[in-house]
């Protein structure tokens, strides 16, 4: 499997070093282009996007520019689109993926895209779902130490996507189901767009006379500001378990609204 020689500690000490196994990173957005200075160091990379730019930006970060097909044809293949193109890309790549290859996607949610995966991508694929609990802003400063979700999807790797992301990238790994990835990011991911959407469309002034509360409520805003349209739609309507906590916000909501009775 494409950990065994990076994991592999009984290798004699004069031995010479292994080649780097091939990776397929398809999708080149702004997850998937911060993922390729922390993913070169281990693996041969081709990078696959229809960007136009694309053989411009692979060869600044002196990476390969491939067509879908032969990235495809790595031994793992990491999908860095957006939930919505995950079917599209799934279906388009089937074909190509080699007999013991493993997949893995970094959708914000699980359930959806796992079943994705499992539905469009042959048998012989092993497939593993992750979650990076970080992006390219709260990674600029390097990503040791934070969290990635990993998920089963099918086949015997998921170990060994933990036990990389562990001990080569110096992640926090959360190994969790699915269902249970979605139902607590229902809350930490969509109540958190959910509030910042709220607060944007207040159009809240500047404001001189602040509190450290306020100050974190507003750079909360701003980080979800960022975020794409596209992204804010996955959190907030592709996780089953959102409706339950708008339903909830809502509620407290009407709470507050309430004239409080004297006394």
Same mark, same amino acid.
């Given at each position: 499997m494409f950990t065994q020689t990076l994991l592999d500690d009984e290798a004699p000490a004069l031995a010479p070093p292994p080649a780097r196994p091939g990776l397929g990173l398809i999708g080149? @957005?702004?997850? @998937? =282009?911060?993922?390729?200075?922390? !993913?070169?160091?281990?693996?041969? *990379?081709?990078l696959s996007d229809p960007r136009p730019d694309l053989p411009a930006l692979a060869a600044r970060h002196g990476v390969e520019a491939a067509d879908l097909a032969a990235a495809a044809a790595e031994p793992v293949v990491v999908l860095a689109v957006p939930q919505p193109r995950l079917e599209? #890309?799934?279906r388009a790549i089937a074909p190509h993926l080699a007999p013991g290859s493993l997949v893995i996607d970094v959708c914000s949610i699980k359930q959806k895209p796992l079943a994705t995966l499992l539905e469009h991508l042959p048998d012989h694929v092993d497939v593993v779902g992750t979650h990076p609990l970080f992006g390219p802003r709260s990674g600029a400063g390097g990503i040791a130490g934070l969290r990635v979700a990993v998920c089963a999807g099918r086949g015997r790797s998921t170990g060994r996507v /933990?036990?990389? *992301?562990?001990?080569?990238? @110096?992640? /926090?790994?959360?190994? =969790? =189901? /699915?269902?249970?990835?979605?139902?607590?990011?229902?809350? #930490?991911? @969509?109540? =958190?767009? !959910?509030? /910042?959407r709220i607060v944007l469309a207040m159009d809240v002034p500047e404001l001189a006379q602040t509190t450290t509360a306020f100050e974190h409520l507003t750079r909360m805003v701003e980080v979800v500001r960022s975020d794409s349209e596209e992204l804010f739609r996955t959190i907030t309507a592709e996780n089953p378990f959102v409706d339950e906590v708008k339903a909830r916000l809502l509620e407290a909501t009407r709470a507050l609204a309430t004239p409080l009775s004297p006394g």
């Open positions: 080149a @957005g702004a997850f @998937g =282009t911060f993922c390729i200075a922390h !993913l070169a160091p281990h693996f041969r *990379l081709r599209a #890309v799934a /933990a036990r990389f *992301l562990e001990r080569k990238l @110096g992640l /926090a790994v959360l190994s =969790t =189901t /699915a269902a249970e990835h979605d139902r607590q990011m229902a809350y #930490v991911q @969509g109540l =958190t767009h !959910l509030l /910042a």
